[in-house]
C-alpha cells in the first residue's frame, strides 16, 4: 500500500510506548498494531485526531504516500 | 440469539428426522421383489429378443428409475443437514463466515438438482409407460418450489460474500 504509517518513528522521537499511547487514545494494543504494521484499511478521524494530540503532532507527522 | 438458534436447530432436526422417517418408511413400501424378478428373466430371456424393447428391461427400468427418486430424496435431506452446520456457525458467532458462504451454495445446488433430476426421472417414468408426465403439471407441483428456493439461497451466498468483505474492512478501520 502507498500509505506508509510512521507511528514507530515519532513514538520513538516521544519516548512512548505503544501500549501507553493505546491506552491515552482508547483503542487495544492489537489495533494499534495493526495501524502500525499497515494492514489497517481506514482510519477513523476521531483516532487520528486522538494520536495528533497524544503525540502532539500533525496528521502528515504519521501518514505519508509513497508510490509504488 | 442462542435461544432463537437453539429452537431453529431443534425445528431442523425434526424437520430432517421426519423426512428421513418418510423417506426410510417410502422404501420400505417399495417392492423391492420386482429386482429379484428381472434377475430370473436374465436367466430366461429369449437371446434373440432387443434388449431395449423387451417388457422386462421395461418394466425393470421403470424400477431402477424408481429406486433413483429415492435416492435424490435422501440428497434433499443431505442439503436439508447443511442448515444445522449454518447454525453451528451462527451459534459460534462467525456469521458471515466462508463456510456459511459455501453451505449456502451447497443448498441452492442441491435444491435446484433435486427439482432438475426429479423433473428428468418423472419424465422417463412417463415415457415408459406407467404414469403421466405433463410438463406444465409437473412445474406446477409443490416440490418446484425448490427452484426459486435454490435461487434464494445463491443470492443469499452474494450477499454474505460482500457482508464478509464489508465486516473484514470494518475490523480493520481503527
Known amino acids: 500500500m502507498p500509505i506508509i504509517v510512521n507511528l514507530d518513528r515519532i513514538l520513538a522521537e516521544r519516548k512512548m510506548k505503544s501500549k501507553e499511547l493505546a491506552e491515552i487514545i482508547g483503542i487495544t494494543t492489537a489495533n494499534l498494531s495493526i495501524l502500525k504494521s499497515g494492514k489497517a484499511k481506514a482510519v477513523r478521524f476521531s483516532t487520528l485526531e486522538a494520536i495528533c494530540k497524544a503525540l502532539d503532532c500533525q496528521p502528515a507527522d504519521i501518514l505519508e504516500y509513497v508510490e509504488d | ?174
Open chain 2, 1 to 174: 440469539m442462542k435461544d432463537n438458534t437453539n429452537i431453529l436447530t431443534i425445528m431442523t432436526w425434526v424437520i430432517l428426522l421426519s423426512l428421513a422417517s418418510i423417506l426410510l418408511n417410502d422404501i420400505r413400501e417399495f417392492d423391492f421383489n420386482q429386482f429379484k424378478e428381472f434377475q430370473s428373466w436374465a436367466k430366461f430371456a429369449d437371446k434373440n429378443e432387443s434388449w431395449f424393447t423387451s417388457k422386462n428391461a421395461i418394466q425393470w427400468s421403470y424400477y431402477v428409475i424408481s429406486a433413483g427418486l429415492f435416492i435424490w430424496r435422501g440428497y434433499l435431506i443431505y442439503g436439508f443437514s447443511y442448515f444445522l452446520s449454518i447454525l453451528k456457525e451462527i451459534e459460534n458467532g462467525d456469521y458471515f463466515s466462508n463456510n456459511n458462504i459455501k453451505y449456502f451454495k451447497k443448498i441452492g445446488n442441491i435444491f435446484i438438482w433435486y427439482t432438475i433430476s426429479v423433473l428428468v426421472l418423472r419424465f422417463l417414468l412417463a415415457s415408459i409407460g406407467k404414469s403421466s408426465f405433463n410438463f406444465f403439471n409437473e412445474l406446477k407441483a409443490e416440490f418446484t418450489f425448490l427452484i426459486p428456493a435454490g435461487l434464494a439461497f445463491y443470492i443469499l451466498a452474494e450477499i454474505f460474500k460482500q457482508a464478509k468483505k464489508t465486516q473484514e474492512e470494518n475490523d480493520l478501520t481503527i
